[in-house]
Nanobody, 123 residues
Framework: VQLQAFGGGLVQAGGFLRLSCANS????????VGWFRQAPGKEREFVSA????????LFADSVKGRFSISRDNAKNMVYLQMNSLKPEDTAVYYC?????????????????WGQGTLVTVSS
């Protein structure tokens, strides 16, 4: 599995970014996909997850109302739209493929992890 998260960058507080997660080797259309992030000196934390068909989504309380998640199975892509960004959103963001059809906040439920993409939000 070749999983890659991209789309990070430097943005001012209040701005937006869209992260993408691509799987170039194998389809994940039957799997849930999750986004996690890890800030410097902090533990990895759950951000959002989406079920195989996009019908179920989950968000961490810290991003509810600001982030949205979607997927395009025809393109083998999952997206994380991040609006109203805050400096505390600064982190390396990772996407991961769930073992099941649904994503969960538990990192142990994911078996493929991509390389992360850095998001930096300046104040």
């Amino acid at each position: 599995v070749q999983l890659q998260a991209f789309g990070g960058g430097l943005v001012q507080a209040g701005g937006f970014l869209r992260l993408s997660c691509a799987n170039s080797r194998r389809t994940f259309s039957n799997n849930g996909v999750g986004w996690f992030r890890q800030a410097p000196g902090k533990e990895r934390e759950f951000v959002s997850a989406i079920s195989w068909n996009g019908g179920n989504t989950l968000f961490a309380d810290s991003v509810k109302g600001r982030f949205s998640i979607s997927r395009d199975n025809a393109k083998n892509m999952v997206y994380l739209q991040m609006n109203s960004l805050k400096p505390e959103d600064t982190a390396v963001y990772y996407c991961a493929v769930a073992r099941s059809s649904y994503g969960t906040p538990n990192a142990e439920s994911y078996h493929y992890w991509g390389q992360g993409t850095l998001v930096t939000v300046s104040s």
